[in-house]
C-alpha cells in the first residue's frame, strides 16, 4: 500500500541552526507532496506544497526539496527559532483532482532549544 | 480564511453509547474528511465524502459511520463506543481541484 515515512519521530536542533526534516513514500508516485505544522492539541496547518516536476521551493525561512529519483522530500527550516518547535507532517497526493487521499506521515517533533 | 469547526474539544464517553463528532465548514468545499490521529501511527483516514450524501470509507472505517445531509456538515458516529476508540479526531475540508487540507482544531475522545 502507498505510503509516506518520516523516519525521526523527534529532532532537536539548536536555536539560529537549520533544522532538516525528510519524507519518503513508497509504492506510489505522488503529483505532489505537502507539509503541515501542527501544535500540541491542535488541527494541522498548512505550509507549502511542491509539485513533482519541481525541485524546490521556497516560503520564507522554509524550504522544501522534492527528489523523484530518491522519492523522498526535504523540508528545511533556516534560522530555527523556539517558536518553530512543533510536529511537522508531510502529506503525499496523486493528483489535485482526487478527492481521496491526502497520505500522511506520522510526523516528526522538532524542538528548538534557545 | 476556511473555518472548520468541530463540536467539541473534549469529550468522554462510556463503552457502548452511541457517539456523534460534528464538523461544520464555511468554505463550500465539496471534500469533507474525518482522521483519527495516535502516537507513532499518524493521521489515519477513517471516512471521506465528495458530495453531499456520498461517503467513501477510508482505511479504518470499522466501527464508524458518517452522515453528510448538508455540504457544510460532516458526521462521524462512532456506533457503540470502545475503549481503542480513544484518539484524537481531526475533520478536514478540500476544494475540488485544489491540494490544500484545511484542519479542525481536533476532539480528544477518551472512552472509559
Known amino acids: 500500500s502507498q505510503k509516506i515515512e518520516q523516519n525521526s519521530e523527534a529532532l532537536n536542533i539548536q536555536e539560529g541552526k537549520t533544522a532538516t526534516l525528510t519524507c519518503n513514500y513508497t509504492n506510489y508516485s505522488p503529483a505532489y507532496l505537502q507539509w503541515y505544522r501542527q501544535d500540541p492539541g491542535r488541527g494541522p496547518v498548512f505550509l507549502l506544497l511542491?509539485?513533482?516536476?519541481?525541485k524546490e521551493k521556497r516560503k520564507e525561512r522554509l524550504k522544501v526539496t522534492f527528489d523523484t529519483t530518491l522519492k523522498q522530500s526535504l523540508f528545511h527550516i533556516t534560522a530555527s527559532q523556539p517558536a518553530d518547535s512543533a510536529t511537522y507532517l508531510c502529506?503525499?497526493?496523486?493528483?489535485?483532482?482526487?478527492?481521496?487521499?491526502?497520505?500522511f506521515g506520522s510526523g516528526t517533533q522538532l524542538t528548538v532549544l534557545p | 480564511d476556511v473555518k472548520v469547526t468541530q463540536s467539541s474539544r473534549y469529550l468522554v464517553k462510556r463503552t457502548g453509547e452511541k457517539v456523534f463528532l460534528e464538523c461544520v465548514q464555511d468554505m463550500d468545499h465539496e471534500n469533507m474528511f474525518w482522521y483519527r490521529q495516535d502516537p507513532g501511527l499518524g493521521l489515519r483516514l477513517i471516512y471521506f465524502?465528495?458530495?453531499?450524501?456520498?461517503?467513501e470509507k477510508g482505511d479504518i472505517p470499522e466501527g464508524y459511520s458518517v452522515s453528510r445531509e448538508k455540504k457544510e456538515r460532516f458526521s462521524l458516529i462512532l456506533e457503540s463506543a470502545s475503549t481503542n476508540q480513544t484518539s484524537m479526531y481531526l475533520c478536514?475540508?478540500?476544494?475540488?481541484?485544489?491540494?490544500?487540507?484545511?484542519f479542525g482544531q481536533g476532539t480528544r475522545l477518551t472512552v472509559v
Open positions: 478536514a475540508t478540500k476544494g475540488r481541484g485544489t491540494t490544500e487540507a484545511f
Open positions: 502529506a503525499g497526493t496523486p493528483s489535485s483532482g482526487s478527492a481521496r487521499q491526502l497520505t
Open positions: 465524502s465528495y458530495d453531499v450524501k456520498m461517503k
Open positions: 511542491i509539485r513533482e516536476n519541481e
